[in-house]
């Protein structure tokens, strides 16, 4: 079934950012999802919406959101710390999905993600705003979790056979 969605009025942004953002508060990502899709439909660059459509796709990590389509938003995002940190964000949400949904033999990628969440957040704190220690307290947390996960680890390295000559 398909319908016709109605614009929302520029005059209205405002409100709909603070709903976007009390959905995700609510823990209904998929709310804050459809009030950023609607924003984004009459102010594409909005960078807020932008931000809010991004965290309420990784909020919804494990639940048949993807990866991909978060990446899809962190590419409109304007300056270089943003898409950083929200790529630590995108890659550490990423791991605590597969951490909390307990995926057997997940271990490893749970620890690739988590350090290359931390990776993003070094980029990022090079570029961070004055006072601005966010990618700091993430990079502190994402350490914390392989400190006291200590079962997640990086993958053996595989060993090839040499090729022997005919």
């Not at 079934?1 to 614009?7: I, N, S």
């Not at 594409?44 to 389509?69: H, K």
């Not at 630590?88 to 997940?106: N, V």
């Not at 620890?111 to 220690?133: C, F, Q, S, V």
Request: with cysteine; aromatic share 6%; net charge negative.
């Amino acid at each position: 079934m398909q319908f016709e969605l109605k614009a929302l009025s520029r005059e209205a942004i405002p409100d709909a950012l603070e709903k976007a953002m009390r959905y995700r508060l609510l823990n209904e990502p998929s709310q804050a999802e459809s009030i950023c899709l609607d924003i984004l439909r009459i102010s594409p660059a909005n960078q807020e919406a932008l931000t809010i459509l991004l965290l309420a796709r990784t909020d919804q990590f494990g639940t048949g959101v993807s990866v991909s389509q978060a990446k899809e938003v962190l590419e409109r995002l304007d300056g270089e710390y943003e898409r950083a940190y929200y790529a630590g964000i995108i890659a550490e949400r990423s791991a605590r999905a597969r951490l909390r949904d307990g995926q057997l033999g997940a271990a490893s990628i749970i620890y690739d993600e988590l350090t290359e969440a931390m990776r993003w957040y070094e980029t990022a704190e090079t570029a961070r705003p004055p006072k601005n220690d966010d990618s700091i307290l993430r990079w502190n947390t994402c350490a914390r979790t392989l400190m006291q996960h200590r079962e997640l680890c990086r993958a053996p390295e595989e060993r090839l056979a040499p090729v022997l000559d005919d």
